[in-house]
C-alpha cells in the first residue's frame, strides 16, 4: 500500500477584540508567522492586507475580529477576516479570479473607501460570505 506524505501547510487563528490597537497586533503577529514559514517575500504584502480588513472589522463591527492565516501553495497564503457586521462592503460586492476584474476608482478627497480598494489592488483574489444571507440567525461576514 501506498502512502502519500502530508503537505507541508500551516495555518493559524487569532481572535482580536473590537479595539483600536488589535490591528497592531494582527500585523505583528501575521508578519511573524510569514517571515517564521520562509515566506518573508511576503511579509509586507501580508501585513498590509491583515491590517486593513483588521482596521475595516473594527470601524464597522461591534464583536471580535477572527483572523486566519492558511499556507495554500509555496508562494500562496490565504487571509481570513471575520467580523460580526454582516454587510458586505461594495467594494467585496463581487469577488475576483486571477487578478481579473474591476476595482471601482476611490474619490481622492474621499475620507473613507482607500483601504479595501489596497487589498484588492494586493490580492490575486478576493471575496466575501455574508453568514446571515445563508444561515439565517449566524450573525457576521467573511472577508
Given at each position: 500500500m501506498a502512502t502519500v506524505s502530508p503537505e507541508n501547510r500551516w495555518s493559524y487563528s487569532l481572535t482580536l477584540p473590537n479595539d483600536p490597537r488589535s490591528a497592531r497586533v494582527a500585523r505583528i503577529t501575521s508578519r511573524g508567522a510569514v517571515e517564521t514559514h520562509g515566506m518573508?517575500?511576503?511579509?509586507?504584502?501580508?501585513?498590509l492586507v491583515v491590517s486593513e480588513l483588521v482596521?475595516?472589522?473594527y470601524l464597522y463591527s461591534d464583536g471580535p475580529i477572527e483572523v486566519r492565516l492558511k499556507h495554500v501553495a509555496d508562494d500562496r497564503l490565504r487571509i481570513?477576516?471575520?467580523d460580526r457586521n454582516p454587510e458586505i462592503p461594495l467594494a467585496f460586492e463581487r469577488p475576483v479570479r486571477c487578478g481579473k476584474g474591476l476595482?471601482?476608482?476611490?474619490?481622492p478627497e474621499a475620507s473613507r473607501g482607500r483601504g479595501l480598494r489596497i487589498v484588492r489592488l494586493c490580492a490575486d483574489n478576493w471575496g466575501s460570505w455574508s453568514g446571515s444571507a445563508t444561515y439565517p440567525g449566524l450573525q457576521g461576514k467573511l472577508l
Open positions: 518573508g517575500e511576503l511579509a509586507d504584502v501580508t501585513e482596521t475595516n472589522s481570513r477576516v471575520w476595482i471601482p476608482e476611490i474619490d
